[in-house]
């Protein structure tokens, strides 16, 4: 199941690195209307979002827009695990060594029956919510502990396949939007 996974990472790698920054662009700025058109959006007040990678839809509109209108909570990493801490703008993030992604600094969250929605990062969905992660296993770790929260996979539409392996500590996604 590993190699199926690996040889799934590196297929999606290559169709978007087969896009430009400006197919990218497009497709974020379609996916961002998406989300603010999204009921679950809509009515959530405490929103997980991430900080995306250059291979990731771009976040920053969302997070510039958003970030006064809603608790905007954004994943940093510790260890092998994600701790949450809450965007409250710009200059609260610094960049984190290892992966170079941009992070807020303050007090981690961890009420995590507040988070009423959670947009999540993915390599991959399938249609049917299965999520292919980029193999570390953050996401695995957090997304059980958010019992409250809809999920709703975030990615570009090359992203979703018909079907992904699961193990048994994958979860799914309530939705995807691309």
């Known amino acids: 199941m590993n190699q199926q996974k690996s040889l799934l990472r590196?297929?999606?790698r290559?169709?978007?690195?087969?896009?430009?920054?400006?197919?990218?662009?497009?497709?974020?700025?379609?996916?961002?209307?998406?989300?603010?058109?999204n009921l679950q959006f809509k009515?959530?007040?405490t929103v997980l979002l991430y900080h995306s990678l250059p291979d990731e839809p771009d976040t920053r509109a969302i997070l510039d827009k958003w970030h006064r209108g809603k608790r905007i909570l954004l994943p940093v990493i510790r260890g092998?695990?994600?701790?949450?801490?809450?965007?409250?703008g710009p200059d609260c993030l610094r960049q984190e060594p290892l992966?170079?992604?941009?992070?807020?600094?303050?007090?981690?969250f961890a009420d995590f029956?507040?988070?009423?929605?959670?947009?999540?990062?993915?390599?991959?969905?399938?249609?049917?919510?299965?999520?292919?992660g980029r193999g570390k296993g953050y996401y695995d770790k957090l997304l059980p502990q958010l019992t409250q929260?809809?999920?709703?996979?975030?990615c570009f539409p090359w992203?979703?396949?018909?079907?992904?392996?699961?193990?048994?500590?994958d979860r799914r996604v309530n939705q995807v939007l691309e």
């Open 113 to 132: 029956d507040q988070v009423e929605l959670a947009i999540v990062p993915g390599m991959a969905f399938g249609r049917q919510g299965q999520r292919l």
């Open 159 to 169: 992203q979703i396949v018909d079907d992904i392996p699961e193990e048994p500590h």
């Open 80 to 88: 092998s695990e994600l701790e949450l801490r809450e965007y409250t």
């Open 10 to 12: 590196k297929h999606i």
């Open 149 to 154: 929260a809809h999920l709703i996979g975030y």
């Open 43 to 45: 009515a959530a007040h």
């Open 99 to 108: 992966f170079h992604i941009e992070e807020p600094q303050g007090p981690p």
């Open 14 to 37: 290559e169709l978007t690195a087969a896009h430009d920054s400006h197919a990218r662009l497009v497709a974020s700025e379609t996916l961002c209307k998406a989300l603010e058109d």
